[in-house]
């Protein structure tokens, strides 16, 4: 009876085991499989850029023209009507393109006059070192509820500032002098009103010497 009773509790144990075993024996992924599954903001960024961001200029960017008079006689109705945002604190921003007399250019910034009837305005072309968000978060084309990951969705930021910084800028400084008309699109980010609108601070998705 002893070597039954053993017998049948070596049963049961095996038993238990084979459905709730202490350990998974899985295959390892390659190097390639490992590397498919990393989340590439580089490569998100350029097709973004390429695929989206510079089409939406003509179709979803607000012109300049419009903007700015708009800017200053409500400042309130034009973020209302005209701002992006991603749901963060009180920041927001602006999607804007047009054309403008250069009225002064520094290592950081080409000082834009946009003129257009009566109404002038200055906008102000950031060309040093870019920080924020403006570029992913101003256009509204991308949303951060689309992305699991907040990392990736970070890092989308910091590859489209380095787009900028690494291809529009470097060519705006180039060719920008005082007196010339320069077209430009970008994004603006507003975070303190007294500040960031007057003039309108707007780092560049496109230039063009005109």
């Known amino acids: 009876m002893r070597v039954v009773r053993c017998l049948i509790a070596l049963v049961v144990v095996a038993g238990f085991f084979r459905f709730f075993p202490l350990f998974h024996v899985e295959r390892l992924k390659t190097a390639a499989e490992q590397a498919a599954t990393v989340f590439n903001a580089q490569q998100f960024a350029e097709t973004f850029w390429t695929g989206k961001l510079l089409p939406a200029i003509s179709s979803s960017s607000v012109k300049a023209a419009v903007l700015l008079p708009a800017i200053k006689a409500d400042a309130a109705a034009a973020r209302k009507k005209y701002s ?3 749901g963060l604190g009180d920041t927001y921003f602006y999607f804007v393109s047009g054309s403008g007399r250069a009225t002064s250019v520094s290592d950081d910034e080409v000082s834009l006059r946009v003129t257009d009837g009566g109404n002038e305005a200055e906008v102000s072309i950031q060309t040093g070192l870019i920080f924020g968000d403006a570029l992913r978060d101003g256009t509204g ?10 990392q990736n969705f970070n890092d989308i930021s910091a590859a489209l500032d380095h787009i900028a910084e690494s291809r529009v800028i470097p060519a705006l400084r180039k060719q920008a002098k005082v007196g010339a008309t320069i077209f430009f699109a970008g994004c603006a980010e507003v975070d303190d009103e007294s500040t960031d609108l007057k003039p309108l601070k707007v780092i560049p998705i496109q230039t063009v010497l005109q």
Request: avoid cysteine; glycine fraction near 8%; proline fraction near 8%.
């Open 84 to 86: 992006h945002g991603a």
């Open 141 to 150: 084309l991308l949303n951060p509820s689309d992305f699991s990951n907040s």
